[in-house]
């Protein structure tokens, strides 16, 4: 036959492994991962789902304990009972906050706010990821834990 090209069968079978083997996702691109967006710190609405090692107590309140970081260095949440507010400063990993303050109305179970409030305290690193933000202590431990919600 004139023209036509007789490719050897492992040639065939190279290529064929070589093309699976580009389809195979490692842990890095599994496509579970892919779709989880980056949530940028600032301006997220990032509601509290667990704090010293305990997840946050279900609370009739319409509005669940968070942290808002804004683009000029202050911050502002809910702690489930009281509206706090103060400043951070990102240095690399870091992440510090200076200058907290809260108001003082009396809740019948203040125990999330408590814990809550020294998470903040020993809080000198972030870890950001997808949609979670975790707060760590001075040795890496993991103090809360946030997770990227739209604002109601």
């Not at 992440?95 to 179970?109: G, N």
Request: aromatic share 6%; hydrophobic share 40%.
């Amino acid at each position: 036959m004139k023209g036509t090209i007789r490719i050897p069968q492992c040639v065939v079978a190279l290529f064929a492994v070589l093309l699976l083997a580009g389809c195979a996702g490692s842990p890095a691109t599994d496509s579970s991962r892919r779709d989880v967006v980056a949530m940028p710190l600032t301006n997220t609405y990032w509601q509290l789902v667990s704090v010293a090692g305990q997840p946050v107590p279900e609370t009739d309140r319409e509005q669940k304990a968070h942290v808002l970081f804004l683009d000029d260095g202050r911050v502002s949440g809910f702690s489930g009972c009281n509206q706090y507010m103060g400043n951070y400063r990102v240095e690399g990993e870091n992440l510090l906050f200076d200058s907290m303050s809260s108001t003082r109305m009396a809740c019948p179970d203040s125990q999330t706010e408590g814990q809550l409030f020294a998470a903040l305290a020993k809080t000198v690193g972030v870890n950001l990821e997808g949609i979670e933000l975790r707060l760590l202590g001075e040795a890496g431990e993991e103090l809360a834990v946030f997770e990227a919600s739209r604002m109601k």
